[in-house]
């Protein structure tokens, strides 16, 4: 998976959860359901500020179609904890709008 730089990241943080954010680290994420993976990637992990409930944020993207990218950023809160964790969330919700 193609990365992007993580300007680019904290600006969709920012799009998306409304909170400028600090990078932290960067985790290797591979996923699978059933042998095959279905995500293979790198998460980039930020704090967050000025969010009311949650101090980190787990962030992503990924080419879609043409030249055009989805980026994906994910709250530490509730049951997702982790990268991992995050990764399965969007899985699930992704499959959740395909069939909407």
């Keep these: ?9 904290q600006e969709a943080i920012r799009n998306l959860h409304g909170c400028d954010s600090t990078w932290i680290e960067a ?5 699978s359901f059933q042998g095959q993976a ?3 990637g790198v998460v980039q992990v930020f704090e967050i500020h000025g969010h009311p409930t949650a101090k980190w944020c787990y962030a992503w993207s990924h ?3 043409g ?7 994910v709250l530490h809160q ?10 399965r969330a969007a899985i699930v919700q992704q499959g959740i709008s395909a069939n909407d």
Excluded at 27 to 31: D, F, H, S
């Design 1 to 9: 998976m193609a990365e992007v730089c993580k300007k680019a990241l």
């Design 27 to 31: 985790v290797p994420v591979r996923e």
């Design 38 to 40: 279905v995500w293979d």
């Design 63 to 65: 080419a879609t179609t």
């Design 67 to 73: 030249k055009k990218r989805r980026f994906v950023a």
């Design 78 to 87: 509730g049951p997702v904890d982790s990268p991992e964790k995050a990764v």
